[in-house]
């Protein structure tokens, strides 16, 4: 595609509910990286992915965030039984290589937690 | 991991006038240095980056960056913003032996007309 796509674009969602978060990065993209960003901070590295493989994922919060890659290309990003810490909103960048080149961010998915 | 740290959280300039906005970081190794902007209702993209060589940097928009080892610093000017420049810049540090990207918390520009 033309950039990197995330969906959906806004989230709301009860405290105790599953929600899965979409992201398919710019077509050939090597790396893929999800990032948290809470209003009136930076993005806070989550995990990333080369290809399929998750290369590090240390900065999920707890064992509630999870994140998939299975064929390469689109990843979802998983919160089980949502907090309301959880509200933010959540980045999907793409790379061509590693980190060390551009990033191409999406637009990012804006999570309600209520 | 390596940690970026922005000084300023919002800064409030008249058009014309000198930005300089500050990023250290704190890693020991070889580092490659980034400076992303989002303008309002935009997503993040990429400014300038530093990997290697003269020290200076120029970007976009007539923005540069002064990479000071010595100081772990990583510095965005621009000598006169505009209306345009109103946006929020993020520093970021990937660190060679790493793959992944650590952001700073950012920094709020207002450029006043």
């Known amino acids: 595609g033309a950039g990197v796509s995330q969906s959906p674009r806004y989230k709301v969602t009860k405290r105790g509910q599953d929600v899965a978060l979409r992201c398919d990065p710019i077509?050939?993209?090597?790396?893929l990286y999800w990032y948290r960003q809470a209003l009136g901070q930076g993005p806070e590295f989550l995990t990333y992915?080369?290809?399929?493989?998750?290369?590090?994922k240390s900065g999920l919060p707890n064992d509630r965030f999870s994140a998939e890659r299975p064929e390469g290309s689109i990843s979802t990003l998983t919160i089980q039984r949502t907090e309301q810490r959880d509200s933010a909103m959540y980045r999907c960048?793409?790379?061509?290589?590693?980190?060390?080149?551009?990033?191409?961010f999406g637009s990012g998915t804006q999570l309600s937690v209520l | 991991a390596q940690s970026v740290s922005q000084h300023n959280h919002h800064v409030i300039l008249s058009e014309a006038a000198s930005l300089e906005l500050g990023c250290n970081y704190s890693y020991g190794g070889t580092v490659n240095l980034f400076w992303y902007v989002q303008y309002p209702g935009q997503h993040l993209q990429l400014l300038l980056k530093y990997f290697s060589g003269d020290p200076l940097v120029k970007g976009i928009k007539g923005f540069e960056a002064e990479f000071i080892k010595s100081k772990f610093s990583f510095n965005l000017r621009k000598p006169s913003v505009q209306w345009s420049d109103t946006a929020e810049y993020f520093c970021?540090?990937?660190?060679?032996?790493?793959?992944?990207?650590?952001f700073g918390a950012g920094t709020r520009l207002t450029v006043k007309p």
């Open positions: 992915f080369n290809y399929e493989a998750q290369q590090d």
């Open positions: 077509s050939g993209h090597v790396s």
């Open positions: 960048a793409s790379s061509p290589g590693r980190a060390n080149e551009k990033l191409f």
């Open positions: 970021a540090v990937n660190a060679l032996d790493r793959d992944d990207m650590r």
